[in-house]
């Protein structure tokens, strides 16, 4: 009997002991993982939602093509290879010029003097060569915003060579400047080499092109000398503006040229109209075969532009945009904070640049990161915030987990 209430005292003195290990366990054990710090989640960028696709847009299927719309070329067509440009060389002679001799709005600018040497050439060009000219007589003084004006609106080759030669020295020491000019700009499939555009090699792309015509429209000079029709110099000479082509669709035309080599060349703007406002499209056709062609082509590009271009939004308010999904289960939608919208081509998508940090349990509304879209209006910023809070784990999580949190 003795020897049995030994065991039964041994037994319950482990037990007591057992107990007492479990109780002290339990006491060092649920503080230290529930005071263990709950490490940032990583969020989960969303698919970009499309309700459809872009609209085609209708380009010529001879020579080459390229539109741009919202800063950044909206499509193009055709052949990739530069190819010769025509009298779109004089609207390089112009910027590379303005560059270095730059105008005030309205003002005449300096004098530039006809002399025997620029009275020859005209009659060179003219009789001789057959060349687009507008006459000079020795003796005459021309303004440099004249003299634009006559490259620019009437194509003439005399005056595009004679304001390279008169701002520069020479043609030579022209082309050097130009050349610098455009790796500068990073026309990088751009070449000159006569301030005129009639030789052959003077060449480009569509794309270079295009991005060149709203880089001229973009010049405040060259925007002004775009809105006559026609002008009456100083010295009582007219000068016509033969660029403009559809002018009655709200085409403003930057170059229109021909030689053999080229064919037609159109360099342009459309304005279209948009609520209260406008919008430009600005647009390259190298290589249209006649202008009848031409034509039908511009006709079907400004209809369809009409129609496409839009507002266009780009995130609505409570959009997705990310999520946040953590080990314990919870998770926060990112959404956006604001509406934002942009003008822009039926279905196109202009993607956005999604900055996101990892984050601890955090409360809802707060911001979280942005979306940048990079516009030609500027740079839109959407505040991105969570649409609910993302909580920590629970108590009972974390002490069924308690290596969850120690890795590394």
Do not use: C
């Not at 529930?34 to 499309?50: E, F, G, H, I």
């Not at 003084?141 to 080759?157: D, G, K, P, Y």
């Not at 009655?248 to 170059?255: I, K, M, R, W």
Request: glycine residues 8%; proline residues 7%; hydrophobic residues 45%.
């Amino acid at each position: 009997m003795d020897q049995v209430s030994g065991s039964r005292r041994v037994v319950r003195g482990i037990g007591v002991a057992v107990g007492a290990l479990i109780i002290v366990a339990a006491g060092v054990y649920t503080p230290l993982v529930l005071s263990v710090d709950t490490p940032a989640t990583t969020p989960r960028l969303l698919p970009t939602q499309t309700d459809a696709a872009m609209a085609p847009v209708p380009l010529p299927e001879s020579g080459s093509s390229a539109v741009r719309l919202n800063g950044t070329v909206l499509a193009d067509a055709g052949d990739t290879a530069p190819r010769p440009i025509a009298g779109a060389a004089k609207v390089v002679t112009a910027l590379v010029v303005l560059d270095a001799f730059p105008l005030d709005a309205g003002a005449p600018g300096p004098s530039i003097p006809i002399g025997a040497v620029e009275d020859q050439r005209f009659r060179q060009m003219r009789d001789e060569l057959g060349y687009r000219t507008v006459p000079v007589v020795a003796g005459q003084v021309w303004s440099q915003r004249e003299t634009l004006q006559a490259a620019l609106l009437s194509s003439s080759n005399n005056h595009a060579e004679m304001l390279a030669i008169w701002a520069f020295g020479s043609v030579d020491q022209y082309l050097a400047k130009a050349r610098a000019w455009l790796d500068e700009h990073k026309f990088d499939d751009t070449t000159v080499v006569d301030p005129t555009g009639i030789s052959p090699e003077n060449l480009s792309t569509a794309i270079d092109l295009v991005r060149l015509t709203e880089q001229a429209f973009a010049d405040p000079i060259i925007a002004e000398i775009l809105q006559d029709s026609s002008v009456r110099t100083t010295s009582g000479t007219h000068v016509e503006n033969t660029t403009a082509y559809l002018a009655d669709e709200g085409v403003t035309a930057l170059s229109r040229s021909y030689t053999d080599a080229s064919a037609i060349t159109l360099l342009f703007g459309l304005e279209v109209p948009i609520g209260d406002s406008t919008v430009m499209l600005y647009g390259t056709i190298l290589g249209s075969p006649s202008y009848p062609t031409l034509k039908e082509d511009l006709a079907a590009l400004v209809q369809s532009a009409v129609q496409n271009i839009t507002e266009l939004p780009l995130l609505a308010e409570g959009d997705p945009v990310a999520v946040y999904e953590t080990e314990w289960g919870d998770t926060a939608r990112v959404v956006a904070a604001e509406s934002v919208t942009t003008v822009g081509w039926t279905g196109a998508t202009i993607d956005a640049e999604v900055t996101l940090e990892p984050i601890p349990p955090t409360r809802a509304g707060t911001r979280v990161g942005s979306a940048v879209y990079q516009l030609a209006s500027g740079e839109q910023t959407v505040r991105l915030v969570l649409d609910t809070a993302l909580d920590g784990p629970d108590p009972f999580w974390l002490l069924t987990h308690p290596f969850a949190f120690n890795e590394g």
